[in-house]
């Protein structure tokens, strides 16, 4: 039950099993065409998603390397582990960074965005970047508001870390106007990693055209060329592609609306969970992402917690990270989870905060208050 890599499904581990194919097949640019037309639903954008072999942050550097040249400033929203990597990789190339910090458990600042943007006479600002699913915290950031300012202001591009809302929640790249979109295959795609994704709205290829930060295996023009010919311009991750055909058809057949609700209603059973057991959740109220819940227990390491859950009923959470490590623990429910993983993952966080003798209120509390939801939901 971590964020990432997430549970894979039998038949994607089926898939990931059979001979690999040359990737200048007819056989594999079939493959190609049909789950970048199945990418492009899940994205729903109408503009071609490119893989790249490589985790997540090969699409995040991708999505900045691309659109982006030297010395070009940028506004960076940190409020968690995977802000600061957005602000290292931009650092890294030499961009000039202005951050607009929130608390870690806090909600990006939405009007200190908008103010910086709009305060821009000069249009200085060329990309606004922020992570939409911050996992280290377990917060949803309003990406759709974000995308409203950065239209006002018209020159900057919305640059966005969909890692874990990307098949978790709702992330309509046209409607909403995001310009660039990464993600990763062993979140919510249910696939193991090794596979990134990047998808640039016209507004982002138009910036491509003029962008001067060094590149070549990330060289997203070679892609949308291989692209165009079902084909990549590297050897790609072939036996990855037979899985992403695989989890894509199951995430088709289940549809997004019903792969959303899944995903908020597990995010509220496991809030309402923590709640009724007496725990405090560590993101501000009501900006719980559907991908993964941050709890930050009281009177009690949250390692030795986790140490102990692992032990005895082999189930992982995922730790805090940096100064959160000891203070937080983080249930990820995002990809190829159901209703039995949250009412098990449940029960035995309460069975080992009893046999720890910290169970803050009374045995069964927790997955009463989730079972009344789940039932709800039936
Ligand atoms: C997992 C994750 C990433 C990508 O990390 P990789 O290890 O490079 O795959 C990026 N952003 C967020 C929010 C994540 O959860």
Request: hydrophobic share 40%; aromatic share 6%; charged share 20%.
């Amino acid at each position: 039950m971590i964020p990432g890599p997430t549970p894979v499904p039998e038949s994607v581990l089926h898939a990931l099993g059979k001979h690999p194919i040359g990737h200048r097949s007819a056989e594999f640019q079939s493959i190609v065409r049909t789950t970048t037309e199945h990418l492009q639903w899940l994205h729903q954008t109408k503009n071609e998603v490119l893989a790249i072999t490589g985790s997540g942050t090969a699409a995040m550097e991708a999505g900045i390397i691309n659109t982006l040249s030297k010395g070009e400033k940028v506004l960076c929203g940190e409020n968690g582990k995977f802000g600061e990597r957005w602000v290292k990789v931009a650092k890294a190339y030499g961009l000039d960074v202005e951050v607009v910090k929130s608390e870690w458990g806090q909600p990006l600042d939405i009007e200190a965005i908008g103010n910086a943007l709009e305060t821009d006479k000069e249009k200085k600002i060329k990309a606004v970047i922020v992570t939409h699913s911050e996992t280290s915290t377990g917060v949803i950031n309003d990406l759709e508001s974000i995308t409203k300012h950065v239209k006002r202001h018209e020159k900057a591009l919305t640059i966005a870390d969909c890692v874990t809302s990307l098949g978790a929640c709702d992330v309509p790249m046209d409607k909403w106007g995001i310009d660039v979109v990464a993600s990763g295959s062993q979140k919510g795609y249910m696939m193991p990693p090794g596979l990134s994704f990047v998808a640039m709205s016209d507004k982002a290829w138009a910036a491509n055209q003029d962008s001067d930060l060094p590149k070549f295996y990330l060289d997203l023009k070679q892609y949308r060329k291989a692209s165009s010919k079902n084909s990549n311009p590297f050897t790609p991750a072939v036996n990855l592609y037979f899985a992403l055909e695989s989890s894509l058809q199951i995430m088709k057949k289940e549809g997004l609306p019903q792969i959303f609700a899944r995903h908020s209603l597990h995010r509220d059973a496991v809030v309402a969970a923590m709640k009724a057991i007496g725990l405090n959740l560590f993101a501000a109220d009501g900006h719980g992402s559907p991908a993964i819940t941050a709890i930050a227990p009281q009177n009690l390491d949250a390692e030795d917690l986790r140490k102990s859950v692992k032990e005895r009923f082999d189930i992982l959470l995922a730790g805090g990270q940096d100064h959160l490590k000891g203070k937080v623990f983080r249930i990820g429910h995002l990809g190829y989870v159901c209703d039995r993983d949250m009412l098990t993952v449940i029960a035995a966080i309460e069975a080992t905060l009893e046999s720890m003798g910290k169970h803050p209120t009374t045995i069964g509390a927790g997955v009463s208050a989730a079972t009344k939801l789940l039932n709800q939901a039936q």
